[in-house]
């Protein structure tokens, strides 16, 4: 590693390994009498006359300013990089903060530079804004590859500074430029130039003499390998042999095996053939004795039809469901159809306000026990169970979120004092008679209100009663034996 004050051996100076300048011990202004350091800043120009090519940032009240450093490769296309010759100019001014508008930027010095002129400083500078002792006045110091170089030549313009500020220029001489090489430099660098040939030389014999003493040995280790490789092959190959012979003997019992449990398995084969006869004889049996069983069950299915429909026709005689036509039309068109159970009239919209309530109460009393009765008889489950006790009949909902058992009992009475869950009990009642008539496959009215639908499921029982007396409920029955039965109504919401 090279000191702060040893230059490297043969720098690279163009225009392209410049990097950075710094000036130190810049001749502050005098201004009224008093020496001030000025704002400045600097721009480089390929000759006297040609227009900058880069400009740096201002530095502010400084006698030892340094600017950025720049990458001119970067920067500058149109320039040829490289030149070693180029112009350094600084420019100064002195304002106060508040100035306005600030003074214009004056030439304060120019420097005409060869980077092969200048003499090397430092491979590191001090303290940024630090004066250097060791340098001269107005002294600029361009970074290169490898450090610092002091270039000493500048020029003023005269023409350009106020004439108060002349006073604190200096014209600074080319005749203090130095060359960065002494003779003495020269000789030791050819010196070592001719020693490096020498061993430049004595390496390549050693490194031919070597080059062949690889190469012989290259060679004989090529062929030892080859040897090594057929060797492992002609092992390979006697151990591919060997995992051969021992698959093909393995192979040869599992053969011979499997030749047994196939002998085996056609044995087996046989015998099954012989159960399977027995079998196919037993079935036939069975589905002769099926063929009979499903005779009687038909007929016990046409029984139980006629006996069901007898029932219900007797249940709508102890529960006459009739329509009513008393009253004047005006209101029977205005309430809609009125239907009569056991005397007591219902209307079919729902609507029983201006009715009596114990009248209702008993009325859907009357609805509930016949409903009850038909399920029964018909074996039936309901989506909501009811429970008839004439007129304080109540209906419940096992499905509702309520957890208390008395807001699961839906009351089919009394609809003055609660008519939310009375309207709620009479709509469950209606899903029930509708799931009677889907299991029936009667379509359900919505005009026609509990008793029309009622009215309507014995009219049905009716005809069936009539089919069985003109020797048609046989067919009848096996008809709704073969019909999966509907699916239940939805719950009231």
Known sequence: N????????NPQRRLRHLSGLVARNLTPLRLEGVLRPYHSYISLSATPNAPPFYTSETVFNSINPTWREFDLTQMVDALD????????????????PEQQPPPTFKLMIQWDID??????????????GQPSVSLPSDSILVRLTGGYYHATTATSNPFEVEPEQRAGMRRVDRSRVRSSYTKASLIRILTLQRAIQRVRTNTEVIS?????????????QDVNTAIERMRMVVETFKEEERVRNEACTEQKARMATQQ???EASQALIQRSH?????????LCEMKDKLRERRQLLWQAKSMETVRQTRIILELSQIFPVLPQSTGPPSARSARGRMWSICRLELPS?????????????????????LTFMIAKYLDIPFRFPMRPMCSRSTIVDDASAATADEDLVFPLYAPGKNKARFENAVAMLNLNIDQLLAHCSIRSTADGGPLGNLHALIKHFFHLNHAHTNGQLTHVAQTKAATPHPPNAPPVS
Not at 2 to 9: F, I, K, R
Request: include cysteine; aromatic fraction near 10%; charged fraction near 30%.
């Open 115 to 128: 980077l092969y002129g200048l003499e090397f400083y430092k491979a590191k500078l001090d303290e940024a």
């Open 81 to 96: 990089l490289g030149s070693s010759k180029f112009v350094v100019r600084l420019w100064g001014a002195y304002f106060d």
């Open 274 to 282: 012989k159960t399977l006869a027995v079998t196919r004889d037993e």
């Open 2 to 9: 090279m000191g702060d004050d040893e230059a490297p051996l």
């Open 349 to 369: 919209d729902g609507d029983f306000s201006g009715c009596d309530e114990d009248e209702v109460a008993t009325a859907l009393g009357y609805v509930t026990h």
């Open 260 to 262: 047994a449990a196939q």
């Open 208 to 220: 031919d003499q070597t080059t062949q003493c690889i190469r012989t040995r290259q060679e004989e």
